[in-house]
């Protein structure tokens, strides 16, 4: 059984798992479910199931391409951007804080990686503008452990994050 209290925290690790291993950020149940398909690749288009996202996609200028359409990389760095900043809300509405006029800006870099393939890099910047910055530190801190893109991301890509 899963204790619920410890994955919302961030503290649970599954019963079979080493101590030292990192705690399973898997979801313990799925709330929705986001479908889309890439038609053509880096140089197509892109669409969602529900007609939402119907997006011409093309490579950037310093990949080769045209740059006339988005990216990948631009659509990870509004996807991280926005559950970050809904997680920094969340840790600060449950702190009791009001962290109107915050914002979360991401960059997201891509590269060849040692592997022959290729590699990304993330930084978020962080304006909590009304807020103490030992408070803010903390509250950054704790939506990192909540954000799903933080989650699904560490250990895996660098990723840092300033606070300004």
Known sequence: MTDHAAVETGTYTRPDSRADARPDARPTKIMYVAEATAHG??????????????????????????????????????GYSSCFHNALVLVGRR??????????????????NKQRGYGLAVALSVSLPVIDQDIAAKLVDAAHQVCPYSNATRDNIEVSILLG
């Open 41 to 78: 690749g880096r140089n197509g288009y892109i669409t969602s199931q529900d007609g939402q996202i119907d997006l011409k996609v093309a490579m950037p200028p310093a990949m080769g391409g045209d740059g006339d359409g988005t990216n990948p990389e631009q659509l990870f760095a509004a």
């Open 95 to 112: 702190a009791g804080y009001d962290l109107t006029g915050s914002t979360v800006a991401a960059k997201v870099g891509i590269g060849p």
